[in-house]
């Protein structure tokens, strides 16, 4: 049963540049969620897709764009990349369970702003 | 606001010490609380999760939290550490909305 998968691993961009990261979810999930992780930091919530809308969203700003697709699969788009976007991100899958769900996480994109 | 708290930012210990890593919460109604551990090189991974009924919540590897309401706290313990816990610890708590806050992590690290 595989988890969740996250590509690329790693990253370099330079400022100005643009990004696409990419999630699959874990087997039987319909929800993903998105997190950055700073540096001695814990994960920050970027936003949440269910049945491909964006359910949630933290406080990031119209840079950070997302898409669910119909195999529940998503991308995380940032544009005009700043040196501070430099971070892991996080994919997390879980299955909607009425207010009980379980987050499950990739591996992390580690994302480098030149 | 919600956010999730943790005070120890990094614990040292020796091998069979006992642990517990503060966590604390600060929002009301109901909460689903999580501890996730990190291993060197390794992805956040599930420890132990609470949504609700007992509020002693068992997870792997020897690990368990208490839920204490009226301290809104979620203390992760263990009677006895070893070696390969040495990892950073994240407390997490959210709503039945999904999102999750994060606390900064406590890095433990176990000395043989």
């Known amino acids: 049963d595989a988890g969740v998968t996250q590509s690329p691993t790693h990253l370099i961009k330079t400022r100005g540049q643009q990004v696409t990261l990419r999630c699959s979810p874990k087997s039987g999930h319909d929800t993903v969620s998105w997190y950055q992780q700073a540096l001695g930091q814990g994960p920050q919530f970027i936003f949440q897709y269910y049945e491909e809308e964006e359910r949630q969203r933290g406080n990031f700003p119209d840079r950070f764009s997302g898409h669910q697709f119909p195999n529940y699969s998503s991308e995380l788009n940032v544009n005009a990349l700043l040196l501070g976007d430099s971070a892991l991100y996080l994919c997390?899958?879980?299955?909607?369970?009425?207010?009980?769900?379980?987050?499950?996480f990739g591996p992390g994109t580690r994302l480098l702003v030149l | 606001a919600q956010s999730v708290s943790q005070h120890n930012h990094h614990v040292i210990l020796s091998e069979a010490a006992s642990l517990e890593l503060g966590c604390n919460y600060s929002y009301g109604g109901t909460v689903n609380l999580f501890w996730y551990v990190q291993y060197p090189g390794q992805h956040l991974q599930l420890l132990l999760k609470y949504f609700s009924g007992d509020p002693l919540v068992k997870g792997i590897k020897g690990f368990e939290a208490e839920f204490i309401k009226s301290k809104f706290s979620f203390n992760l313990r263990k009677p006895s550490v070893q070696w390969s816990d040495t990892a950073e610890y994240f407390c997490?708590?959210?709503?039945?909305?999904?999102?999750?806050?994060f606390g900064r992590g406590t890095q433990l690290t176990v000395w043989p």
């Open positions: 997490a708590g959210g709503s039945t909305l999904g999102r999750l806050y």
């Open positions: 997390a899958s879980s299955l909607l369970a009425g207010g009980r769900e379980t987050q499950y």
